[in-house]
């Protein structure tokens, strides 16, 4: 019997993939990703149809799922597995905290939104948040919604819907829908400055750039995509997921090299292929003196003079300066900038030395009163 067309909830990855690969068995439904469309009561950012086919008939539709992610996704560590979203999910338990989290969430956005007397731009802050509370529950749910939200990200930036420094209230939006959405309470993380720094970078091109930064990312987004699907690039790729690759891409945009000029796809590849540097004996000799000297330094902190079995300190000395002035003869630009930070070292102290003898020079006044 032939397959029966159906719709079926994917991410915007799997669909991605699938127009990239020219899958057969994969069509897009007409009509499909506009907001607010649900199917079985999730609320759908794409569907699918899976088309009858002669070879796949009598796979299940998860089986076709998994053969197209196995046929163009070929480097895991890089562009992570789609995952859809199953059709029945009960939506995680409401606990007493969860709702507290809820409320909290809503007098928040309140409070963004009311940063703008103008209607229509209240009216659209409104909605972006809608959209990145929706984003956040996706990546709950197990989809890789990062991605999109640095792409609605740069466009809300480009557009003076949000700030960059408003980086922080989104990011914090988003993970704790997404936190919700697992039945847990987001606390802030160790590393929160760094995770609002990269949102940050992204917007800060989408203000900075307008219109063509949100071609750029957008075009860095497809090139990803792209890349990822083939075995030979994929391969090539600099490690790491698509979000981090597009504020790579955002980091290398606001470097003051590229002061006024906006990425081409030329420089989008060369974040996305770095030129592997090879190592020279100055870059040996160079490792092999940090190596010893961070050997040094542990021996200072533990107060063992000689932590290492056999070798003393004076030999630890000795083989620091062997393995430097290896290293500066092999790398004389190496030499003369260590010159010019020991000077700069130097003229500081003795310049807060003559700043403290003069402090202690002068006369001192003890006004007694009356």
Same mark, same amino acid.
């Given at each position: 019997?032939?397959?029966?067309?159906?719709?079926?909830?994917?991410?915007?990855?799997?669909?991605?993939?699938?127009?990239?690969?020219?899958?057969?068995?994969?069509?897009?439904?007409?009509?499909?990703?506009?907001?607010?469309?649900?199917?079985?009561?999730?609320?759908?950012? $794409?569907?699918?149809?899976?088309?009858?086919?002669?070879?796949?008939?009598?796979?299940?539709?998860?089986?076709?799922?998994?053969?197209?992610?196995?046929?163009?996704?070929?480097?895991?560590?890089?562009?992570? %597995?789609?995952?859809?979203?199953?059709?029945?999910?009960?939506?995680?338990?409401?606990?007493?905290?969860?709702?507290?989290?809820?409320?909290?969430?809503?007098?928040?956005?309140?409070?963004?939104?009311?940063?703008?007397?103008?209607?229509?731009?209240?009216?659209?802050?409104?909605?972006?948040?809608?959209?990145?509370?929706?984003?956040?529950?996706?990546?709950?749910?197990?989809?890789?919604?990062?991605?999109?939200?640095?792409?609605?990200?740069?466009?809300?930036?480009?557009?003076?819907?949000?700030?960059?420094?408003?980086?922080?209230?989104?990011?914090?939006?988003?993970?704790?829908?997404?936190?919700?959405?697992?039945?847990?309470?987001?606390?802030?993380?160790?590393?929160?400055?760094?995770? &609002?720094?990269?949102?940050?970078?992204?917007?800060? &091109?989408?203000?900075?750039?307008?219109?063509?930064? &949100?071609?750029?990312?957008?075009?860095? !987004?497809?090139?990803?995509?792209?890349?990822?699907?083939?075995?030979?690039?994929?391969?090539?790729?600099?490690?790491?997921?698509?979000?981090?690759?597009?504020?790579?891409?955002? =980091?290398?945009?606001?470097?003051?090299?590229?002061?006024?000029?906006?990425?081409?796809?030329?420089?989008?590849?060369?974040?996305?292929?770095?030129?592997?540097?090879?190592?020279?004996?100055?870059?040996?000799?160079?490792?092999? !003196?940090?190596?010893?000297?961070?050997?040094?330094?542990?021996?200072?902190?533990?107060?063992?003079?000689?932590?290492?079995?056999?070798?003393?300190?004076?030999?630890?000395?000795?083989?620091? %300066?062997?393995?430097?002035?290896?290293?500066?003869?092999?790398?004389?630009?190496?030499?003369?900038?260590?010159?010019?930070?020991?000077?700069?070292?130097?003229?500081?102290?003795?310049?807060?030395?003559?700043?403290?003898?003069?402090?202690?020079?002068?006369?001192? $006044?003890?006004?007694?009163? =009356?």
């Amino acid at each position: 019997m032939a397959r029966k067309a159906k719709k079926m909830i994917v991410s915007d990855e799997i669909v991605t993939e699938a127009l990239a690969a020219e899958a057969p068995e994969f069509v897009l439904a007409d009509g499909t990703g506009e907001e607010g469309e649900t199917l079985n009561g999730v609320e759908a950012a $794409h569907t699918i149809e899976l088309a009858p086919d002669e070879a796949t008939e009598n796979l299940s539709d998860e089986e076709l799922l998994a053969q197209l992610a196995a046929e163009t996704v070929s480097h895991t560590d890089v562009f992570p %597995d789609p995952v859809v979203l199953p059709e029945q999910e009960e939506p995680a338990q409401v606990t007493p905290a969860i709702a507290a989290q809820a409320k909290q969430i809503e007098e928040e956005d309140s409070a963004l939104i009311a940063k703008s007397g103008d209607n229509a731009l209240i009216a659209a802050r409104k909605k972006f948040l809608q959209r990145v509370a929706k984003l956040g529950e996706d990546a709950g749910a197990g989809v890789q919604s990062l991605p999109t939200l640095a792409r609605e990200a740069v466009r809300a930036a480009a557009d003076r819907l949000f700030g960059s420094d408003e980086a922080e209230d989104l990011y914090v939006r988003f993970q704790k829908r997404r936190h919700a959405r697992m039945g847990k309470i987001y606390e802030k993380e160790d590393s929160i400055k760094n995770q &609002v720094s990269k949102l940050r970078q992204i917007m800060l &091109v989408g203000a900075a750039f307008g219109e063509e930064g &949100v071609d750029m990312i957008e075009l860095a !987004y497809e090139l990803r995509i792209a890349a990822a699907a083939q075995p030979e690039t994929a391969k090539a790729m600099k490690p790491g997921t698509t979000y981090a690759f597009l504020v790579d891409v955002a =980091r290398e945009q606001l470097d003051d090299k590229n002061k006024g000029i906006v990425l081409d796809q030329g420089g989008i590849e060369r974040v996305m292929f770095p030129e592997k540097k090879e190592k020279t004996l100055a870059d040996e000799a160079k490792r092999l !003196y940090e190596g010893a000297v961070k050997l040094k330094k542990g021996k200072k902190a533990t107060g063992d003079k000689d932590a290492v079995p056999g070798v003393d300190s004076a030999s630890l000395e000795a083989a620091i %300066d062997y393995l430097q002035e290896t290293w500066f003869e092999l790398d004389p630009e190496a030499r003369a900038a260590w010159q010019a930070a020991e000077q700069a070292r130097r003229d500081k102290i003795a310049k807060e030395q003559a700043a403290l003898a003069a402090f202690k020079s002068r006369p001192l $006044h003890i006004n007694l009163g =009356r």
